[in-house]
């Protein structure tokens, strides 16, 4: 084998367009970030300072988890991009089969007969 | 040997084999650890039978039958038929799509490793107290810390162990199928097998990680007072039965989907004839593996979750019936008008399909949840799941062996003693699983240990017991024919059954690169198009050059190993006077694999290149007999 295969490349080898997109690529990653964080804050805030009223806190908080599920799976996990369709085909159909799973852990254990 | 070149011929034989990443001798050793655990857990099937042949018969203890029926269960699902399938899908489907290896060789052999460890593991109970003896379901609370023995310790650890190692393998196949197919090879012309082993590998990942929880969640139960499924601290015993189906209902999928797909290979082959409906088995395969999701509540019909779900998984279970058929017309109009062979293999496959369409039938029956409160746990559930297993499964395996056979060790099997090894299997297998529906039908109850003179049932479990015999009389002889061939059998060219699919096209012994030059694939079936469309060979879609290669490693054995360690410390903490401190033996376990794991990720690794003159040497040497 080749002796300089662990050594870094002195210049990257993409094309500027490249760079422009992965740089804005990182961009969108970071603000989606510190949005998440964001929310998560908010949703540590609103229960503990008291801001919204305990019967609306968790419709609340639940609202904003649900904000969150959606960036995290269009942003970190790539549902967004094109050529994608792999992943997004599995993430989908793991989403679509735990669907019954969590309902039917919740549900169906006997307590209440359905 | 000239189908290894240099790099490999210089480590001895041993550190080959434990350092091994090629795809081609991790289905070898596969095919021989599952085999060795499918006659140990047939073993243990003989003696429940002789057990059964007489009323009141003291051959067994009761205690022991459980342990018995229990390890036969859990080893030949987990430990028998998984590995036995892995070795196929591992030495075929990289042939079939035209690649040099899997997606991730060394995480093949971690794949390997870890369920061999996990079957020792779950094996080693045997000298520790006696085997589990919940079950395979291992239902709680008969499997909490109050109730299950030592036993079930090596059920949870072993089989949390194992089920990593088969977790990464589906992953390693998924990602395979979808990357390293050959140009041309579009996934619409995939091998029906490569098809069933992609279903099946994302069924793996889907189901196998429910199960690691529901294991999980079992170990804190017993081993850090836990109280998930113990009722009287707030638990619920009915989420084990729901996170076990949720496993278990696709699991049977993800044993016979690799079976359907062997015999739709075997079938083609031996009619001279292309798959009939190939697009309409495809998505058949995928609508069954859909489906094999929304129905594991049908083993559940009796707990008592309310006549609305039953309704609603008893109706989702019969619609499975529907893709199975449509498979099963398809294997027919298959055979209709062929030009048919009839050797071992093609007796397997073929009347694979009558013996599956009868389990499907009694699946259908149990399907219907009012009725099923009579099947319930009586013997009609085990006739029914043999049928599939055996009848669907097994007959595809052994069809499957005979087939591929000559690919991987060079040499047929006889097939006078393949014949009469398939009719003393079928007979067998028939007569010991027939009588047992009707047994079942008058009540024999299943995983009791004996019944009562009287009660009509002393005849037909003599029945029983015969066909076991006659069934493993055959098994013996597929081991004698094993070694026998070794003997006698002719060395036979790359191509012996005129085959049709891409692994045909390479010469035997397949050499380690396993493909000169990357095909160019034309068509569904490519090298049956080449033989009638070209000149018999595949054209290639790369020039000759030199080949990339992983080097070997002894990580996945060491990272396993660790595992192993770490396993059976967890185990010694339930343990009543252990020699060392379980956590003693746990910090070593978990040093060997996170210690095995940071020097693999260290240390720099890129592989070796067999040289371009090498590769057309080896072409030379193996081409004259390919």
């Known amino acids: 084998m080749g002796e300089n295969l662990s050594q870094p490349f002195e210049k990257s080898s993409m094309t500027p367009e490249e760079i422009r997109k992965i740089n804005r690529e990182q961009r969108i990653q970071t603000i989606a970030f510190g949005f998440m964080i964001a929310i998560t804050l908010l949703a540590f805030i609103a229960v503990g300072a008291d801001v919204v009223p305990g019967s609306f806190a968790i419709p609340f908080i639940l609202g904003l988890a649900g904000i969150q599920l959606f960036l995290q799976l269009y942003y970190f996990m790539h549902l967004k991009d094109k050529d994608h369709g792999w992943p997004n085909t599995f993430i989908v159909s793991g989403i679509v089969l735990v669907i019954p799973t969590i309902v039917a852990l919740m549900l169906l254990i006997g307590v209440t007969k359905y | 040997m000239v189908r290894e070149a240099t790099n490999t011929l210089q480590k001895s034989v041993l550190w080959d084999w434990l350092t091994t990443v090629d795809h081609k001798k991790l289905a070898v050793l596969y095919l021989i650890s599952g085999t060795l655990f499918f006659l140990k857990a047939g073993l243990m099937a003989v003696f429940m039978r002789i057990q059964l042949m007489f009323p009141m018969n003291d051959f067994l203890s009761g205690q022991t039958f459980n342990e018995f029926i229990t390890m036969h269960g859990t080893i030949m699902l987990f430990l028998a038929a998984t590995p036995l399938l892995f070795a196929f899908m591992n030495y075929i489907v990289p042939l079939q799509i035209g690649a040099r290896d899997v997606a991730f060789p060394f995480v093949n052999a971690l794949g390997f490793w870890l369920f061999f460890f996990g079957g020792i593991l779950v094996s080693l109970s045997w000298f520790f107290g006696g085997a589990p003896d919940a079950g395979w379901t291992s239902y709680v609370p008969l499997a909490s810390r109050d109730y299950g023995g030592l036993g079930i310790d090596f059920y949870v650890l072993g089989l949390q162990v194992s089920g990593?190692?088969?977790?990464?393998?589906?992953?390693?196949?998924?990602?395979?199928?979808?990357?390293?197919?050959?140009?041309?090879?579009?996934?619409?012309?995939?091998?029906?097998?490569?098809?069933?082993?992609?279903?099946?590998?994302?069924?793996?990942?889907?189901?196998?990680?429910?199960?690691?929880?529901?294991?999980?969640?079992?170990?804190?139960?017993r081993m850090f007072d836990g109280m998930f499924f113990i009722p009287g601290e707030g638990g619920n015993v009915v989420i084990w039965q729901h996170i076990f189906w949720i496993f278990g209902h696709p699991e049977v999928y993800i044993l016979v989907l690799p079976a359907f797909g062997m015999i739709s290979e075997i079938i083609p082959t031996f009619s001279k004839k292309r798959l009939f409906g190939y697009t309409a088995m495809v998505f058949a395969t995928l609508i069954i593996g859909f489906l094999g999701f929304m129905v594991w509540m049908h083993h559940m019909f009796t707990v008592g979750i309310g006549p609305i779900a039953n309704s609603v998984f008893a109706i989702a279970t019969m619609i499975i019936g529907i893709p199975t058929g449509i498979k099963i017309f398809n294997w027919?109009?298959?055979?209709?008008?062929?030009?048919?062979?009839?050797?071992?293999?093609?007796?397997?496959?073929?009347?694979?399909?009558?013996?599956?369409?009868?389990?499907?039938?009694?699946?259908?029956?149990?399907?219907?949840?009012?009725v099923d409160h009579l099947y319930h746990d009586t013997y009609f559930v085990v006739a029914h799941f043999h049928y599939i297993i055996?009848?669907?499964?097994?007959?595809?395996?052994?069809?499957?062996?005979?087939?591929?056979?000559?690919?991987?060790?060079?040499?047929?099997?006889?097939?006078?003693?393949g014949k009469i090894m398939f009719w003393m299997f079928y007979v067998g297998f028939h007569l010991t699983f027939f009588v047992q529906h009707i047994l079942g039908l008058i009540g024999m109850p299943r995983r009791v240990y004996t019944?009562?003179?009287?009660?009509?049932?002393?005849?037909?479990?003599?029945?029983?017991?015969?066909?076991?015999?006659?069934?493993?009389?055959?098994?013996?002889?597929?081991?004698?024919?094993?070694?026998?061939?070794?003997?006698?059998?002719?060395?036979?060219?790359?191509?012996?059954?005129?085959?049709?699919?891409?692994?045909?096209?390479?010469?035997?012994?397949?050499?380690?690169?396993?493909?000169?030059?990357?095909p160019q694939v034309r068509s569904l079936d490519p090298l049956f198009y080449e033989k009638i469309h070209g000149d018999g060979t595949m054209k290639p879609a790369e020039p000759i050059g030199d080949i990339h290669m992983p080097n070997g490693s002894i990580y996945p054995f060491t990272i396993s190993l660790g595992l192993f360690f770490a396993g059976f410390g967890f185990i010694m903490l339930n343990m009543e006077n252990a020699i060392i401190s379980p956590w003693i033996v746990i910090a070593v376990g978990g040093i060997i694999t996170f210690g095995s794991m940071a020097l693999h990720s260290v240390k720099e690794d890129h592989g070796y290149h067999i040289s371009k003159e090498t590769v057309e040497q080896m072409e030379k040497e193996v081409g004259t007999n390919g």
């Open chain 2, 390 to 417: 055996l009848g669907g499964i097994v007959l595809g395996l052994i069809g499957a062996t005979f087939y591929w056979y000559p690919k991987m060790f060079g040499h047929k099997l006889n097939e006078t003693l």
């Open chain 2, 164 to 221: 990593i190692g088969t977790l990464v393998s589906g992953i390693n196949f998924i990602v395979t199928i979808i990357n390293m197919r050959a140009p041309g090879m579009t996934m619409m012309r995939m091998p029906l097998f490569c098809w069933t082993t992609l279903v099946t590998s994302i069924l793996i990942v889907f189901a196998f990680t429910p199960l690691a929880a529901g294991l999980a969640l079992l170990m804190l139960d």
């Open chain 2, 332 to 370: 027919l109009f298959t055979m209709w008008g062929g030009k048919l062979t009839f050797n071992t293999a093609m007796l397997c496959a073929s009347s694979f399909v009558p013996t599956f369409v009868l389990g499907g039938v009694t699946g259908v029956m149990l399907a219907m949840a009012p």
């Open chain 2, 451 to 518: 019944y009562l003179e009287g009660q009509g049932m002393d005849t037909m479990n003599m029945i029983s017991t015969i066909g076991a015999f006659v069934m493993s009389a055959a098994i013996i002889l597929l081991v004698i024919n094993v070694v026998y061939s070794a003997m006698k059998s002719p060395r036979e060219g790359g191509d012996p059954w005129d085959g049709r699919t891409l692994e045909w096209a390479t010469p035997t012994p397949v050499p380690e690169y396993n493909f000169a030059q990357t």
